[in-house]
């Protein structure tokens, strides 16, 4: 093989290798920042994780909200119309958080099922849901039922 050649095949080749492991280092890195959708059905059946942080979305189920009286956390109900999850949070929550608006909550799961939010997050207008809750609600029966 001409030299010339060989010297471009060894320089193409390390390219390949250096970014090849830049690829797999940032994979590597980010893969525990991951954190994947589930819609409360999937929860109520198990399918979610209880080791890592995840996002559930859905509707405030109506009357389902409980205050505490001597700290900030709040209990709600979230549902696709298929199934419900029951999420526990303390601290203040967005003004546009009501009974039956759209929701979305970061957390993860405590061994009882219940979903522990860190971050919970409301719809910002009249039209706006985020696509997450409205694929999971569109792919829900009851959701049409409710319509």
Same mark, same amino acid.
């Given at each position: 093989?001409?030299?010339?050649?060989?010297?471009?095949?060894?320089?193409?080749?390390?390219?390949?290798?250096?970014?090849?492991?830049?690829? *797999?280092?940032?994979?590597? =890195?980010?893969? *525990?920042?991951?954190?994947?959708? @589930?819609?409360?059905?999937?929860?109520?059946?198990?399918?979610?994780?209880?080791?890592?942080?995840?996002?559930?979305?859905?509707?405030?189920?109506?009357?389902?909200?409980?205050?505490?009286?001597?700290?900030?956390?709040?209990?709600?109900?979230?549902?696709? @119309?298929?199934?419900?999850?029951?999420?526990?949070?303390?601290?203040?929550?967005?003004?546009?958080?009501?009974?039956?608006?759209?929701?979305?909550?970061?957390?993860?799961?405590?061994?009882?099922?219940?979903?522990?939010?860190?971050?919970?997050?409301?719809?910002?207008?009249?039209?706006?849901?985020?696509?997450?809750? =409205?694929? =999971?609600?569109?792919?829900?029966?009851?959701?049409?039922?409710?319509?």
């Amino acid at each position: 093989m001409h030299p010339k050649r060989k010297q471009r095949l060894i320089i193409a080749l390390c390219i390949v290798a250096f970014s090849s492991t830049a690829i *797999g280092l940032v994979s590597y =890195a980010l893969r *525990g920042n991951i954190n994947l959708f @589930y819609p409360p059905a999937d929860v109520a059946a198990g399918k979610a994780p209880t080791d890592r942080a995840i996002r559930v979305g859905g509707m405030v189920v109506e009357g389902s909200i409980k205050r505490s009286e001597t700290d900030l956390t709040t209990m709600f109900l979230v549902t696709d @119309y298929d199934g419900v999850v029951e999420v526990s949070y303390t601290g203040i929550l967005p003004d546009l958080f009501a009974e039956g608006e759209g929701v979305v909550a970061s957390g993860s799961l405590d061994s009882n099922g219940r979903f522990m939010a860190t971050e919970v997050l409301a719809k910002h207008d009249e039209n706006y849901m985020p696509p997450e809750v =409205a694929d =999971a609600l569109k792919k829900s029966q009851g959701y049409q039922n409710s319509k």
